[in-house]
């Protein structure tokens, strides 16, 4: 299959400073764009989904850290008391 398309002046100068730093073809790089829109699209847009690579990521490590939360902040209040 043959694609023509017209892409605004800046958003081709964009991309043709992407793929020469990148170093792959354009033909290459178009592949892969279609794949993964087509990929994302066939999965179930659900809010687990959609936040998947968020969650966890900026977690404490604290398992009981919900359970443990005005203990927390007492010790934080009582510390800022303390050093103020």
């Given at each position: 299959m043959s694609v023509s398309l017209r892409l605004e002046k800046a958003l081709e100068a964009e991309l043709r400073q992407r793929l020469e730093r990148d170093g792959i073809p354009l033909s290459e790089f178009v592949?892969?764009?279609i794949c993964e829109k087509l990929q994302r699209e066939a999965q179930p847009a659900d809010p687990y989904t959609l936040?998947?690579?968020l969650?966890?990521?900026?977690?404490?490590?604290?398992?009981d850290r919900s359970q443990r939360r005005k203990q927390i902040i007492g010790e934080r209040l009582h510390a800022r008391h303390r050093a103020g």
């Open positions: 592949r892969q764009a936040g998947y690579t969650f966890g990521r900026y977690a404490s490590g604290e398992s």
